[in-house]
């Protein structure tokens, strides 16, 4: 039996895929370990904020070097326009 495909991405595809993987491969470790769950919950919970932080600081950079290049084609342009009149 097929399973029909979702309509994501392969990149996204990837991405989730990847994602799954190493969830299960720390919760496998743990197991073997005999970690406990509350320190398992501490260390994904960190990891997730350290993603949530640098995606958010990423998406900043965008936004900063976004808005300064629009900003530069503005002030070139008007000077553009002040030098043929």
């Not at 769950?37 to 260390?43: C, G, H």
């Amino acid at each position: 039996m097929k399973l029909p495909r979702l309509k994501i991405a392969k990149n996204t595809r990837a991405t989730i895929s990847g994602i799954m993987i190493a969830i299960a491969s720390l919760y496998a470790l743990a197991m073997a370990y005999d970690e406990a769950r509350d320190n398992l919950l501490r260390f994904f919970v960190g990891a997730v904020l350290l993603v949530a932080i640098v995606m958010g600081g990423a998406i900043a950079l965008v936004v900063l070097i976004r808005l300064g290049r629009k900003l530069l084609e503005k002030i070139t342009r008007s000077s553009n326009d002040s030098d043929r009149q």
